[in-house]
């Protein structure tokens, strides 16, 4: 189908953000990026947006005390009125408007490290969190003069900001640029929207406990929260858990929940999931996870003998089914989730992954299997699906606002959505929500949701396969084995016609070949480069 003007501006602003400014917000920035990497001006604009936005919250509702002062004797110098209010405390070092006033000076970075050291100290839930690191010698001060220039005519953090979720959506927008830009191996932090949105509207987090072992910025608990709010909840419905490694990506994930005031458990620090699970013993309602693909170096002896390994101990050499198990075993009874992993971990047979798999799909944990286009993700080009596991197919889940479902031991659902997706630029393609929607609506259907309407098998697209037909194909779970070709429509010409028309066609084009080959020899033979 032919993509309108429209879609084509909205395809090329990618990422999910499309307020219209953002893009030419983020190229100001990112010609003061300089000789810099993105992976270290990710923390310094990053950081200023973040500062940006609690000083104007702050500042609108400082604003309102002061303005009631006389009348009601408000003090705008009162912490405890922000407190109450749940908005962030800003001491005077650390307002924009000091910030701003002093963007021009040499002194500007050891000014917003200050700043960034009050807030920690003012408000214990970011201590650690903010970045300060802008007084070292080789940020470039008068760019980061212009960058605070370019931030300050942004609003983010008053309330009517704050309803069109504003500084989300820039957030969002550049941590997608960042993750490009950083290229293969450095946009681990982040995973494609669109991507993170089939995970979370595939399996329906209403309420209950929300875990990611690897969650890089906190993309998949942003969008949790989302989906609540697009149902009718409240923030609270879901109790958030999750754990990062990485220590600045682990920073870049609370600042991400505190901006959307967003509660959550990440842990005390950052920690291998692997090797110092920080939460042992929790059994999560929905799991949703985009572990780093194919992990070569992440076994330790420690973990030989770990109770994780119930289908059997993962390949030393790569923790897909380390990170498959890991996600299986902190699943409550009820428990339903959806990850990505590459897609070898379908087929693959080395190192006994054959073997686990086939014990996983033998126990009926599998209820779902998606093969993604490709080129959906920025950090790197190999082939990905998405895997839906859930201990419990025999139908109606429980009283805690799950949705209620048919019976379906034994079987599980195939769906190949390799010819879905639209390019965003050359390299880089998205689901749209139209294709989200159709794949949500086939599993939705086919697990017998109410309204989701009735599930058929279509060819090519979507297959509901007997844990025999799996046996059949060895336990390879690739969709493409089970969905079959796509009908073609047949269009009535008679086969003796068609291949009359198509004989001579392949005939002209000979001709046509023949006569173009005569052309580029002679020309060679000109330029002497004849054999």
């Keep these: 189908m032919a993509r309108s003007k ?46 940006k936005y609690i000083s104007d919250a702050f500042q609108e509702l400082y604003d309102d005390l002061a303005q009631l002062q006389e009348t009601e004797y408000t003090d705008p110098e009162d912490r405890d009125e922000y407190l109450g209010m749940n908005v962030f405390w800003v001491p005077k070092e650390a307002r924009w408007s000091h910030i701003q006033a002093n963007a021009k000076q040499t002194t500007i970075g050891k000014l917003i490290d200050e700043a960034m050291l009050a807030i920690e100290k ?12 802008y007084a070292r010698p080789d940020l470039d001060k008068q760019r980061l003069g212009e960058l605070i220039d370019l931030i300050s005519k942004i609003g983010l953090g008053d309330s ?26 450095g946009g681990e932090f982040y995973t494609p929207q669109s991507v993170v949105k089939l995970l979370v509207e595939m399996i329906e987090p209403y309420r209950g406990r929300i875990y990611d072992p690897c969650c890089g910025s906190g993309g998949m608990f942003v969008q949790s929260e989302k989906f609540v709010e697009a149902h009718g909840g409240r923030k609270g419905d ?5 754990q990062e490694s990485n220590p600045t990506t682990r920073r870049l994930c609370l600042m991400n929940l505190a901006i959307r005031g967003i509660d959550g458990n990440i842990g005390d620090r950052q920690a291998d999931s692997f090797t110092n699970d920080l939460h042992k013993d929790l059994k999560a309602d929905y799991i949703l996870a985009n572990p780093p693909f194919n992990i070569s170096d992440w076994w330790h002896n420690s973990l030989a003998d770990d109770v994780r390994w119930e289908y059997g101990t993962p390949p030393k050499g790569n923790a897909n089914y380390g990170w498959v198990q890991h996600i299986i075993h902190h699943l409550a009874p009820n428990g339903i989730a959806g990850f990505v992993l590459a897609n070898g971990s379908m087929s693959s047979n080395q190192s006994g992954e054959g073997e686990i798999r086939k014990a996983i799909i033998e126990a009926d944990l599998v209820d779902c299997m998606i093969a993604l286009p490709g080129q959906l993700f920025y950090t ?29 031991r034994g079987e599980t659902l195939f769906i190949d959505a390799r010819k879905l997706g639209y390019l965003v630029d050359r390299t880089h393609r998205e689901l749209t929500d139209e294709e989200i929607a159709r794949i949500t609506g086939t599993y939705h259907a086919w697990r017998g949701e109410l309204e989701a309407g009735i599930y058929a098998d279509v060819p090519g697209f979507c297959k509901s396969a007997k844990l025999q037909d799996i046996e059949l194909y060895r336990y390879v779970l690739a969709p493409g084995r089970y969905v079959g070709a796509e009908e073609v429509e047949d269009d009535d010409e008679p086969f003796e016609e068609k291949m009359q028309r198509l004989t001579q066609k392949l005939e002209e084009q000979f001709k046509e070949s023949a006569r173009l080959e005569k052309i580029i020899r002679e020309s060679l033979q000109v330029l002497d480069y004849d054999n």
Excluded at 238 to 242: L, Q
């Design 122 to 133: 003012e408000n214990p839930r970011l201590k650690g969190v903010l970045p300060i690191q």
């Design 238 to 242: 879901i109790a958030i858990y999750g």
């Design 160 to 185: 009517a900001s704050r309803a069109k979720d504003i500084l989300g959506r820039v957030y969002e927008y550049f941590l997608g640029q960042f993750a490009e830009k950083e290229g293969k191996g």
């Design 380 to 408: 790197t080009q190999i082939p990905a699906c998405l895997w839906f596991v859930t201990r419990n197919k025999k139908g109606i889940m429980g009283t805690k606002g799950f949705t209620n479902l048919r019976d379906r």
């Design 6 to 51: 429209k879609d084509e501006t909205k395809a090329k602003n990618g990422n999910g953000a499309n307020l219209g400014f953002e893009q030419t917000l983020w190229a100001a920035a990112d010609k003061m990026r300089g000789h810099m990497d993105a992976a270290e001006y990710k923390h310094v604009a990053l950081g200023l947006i973040f500062l």
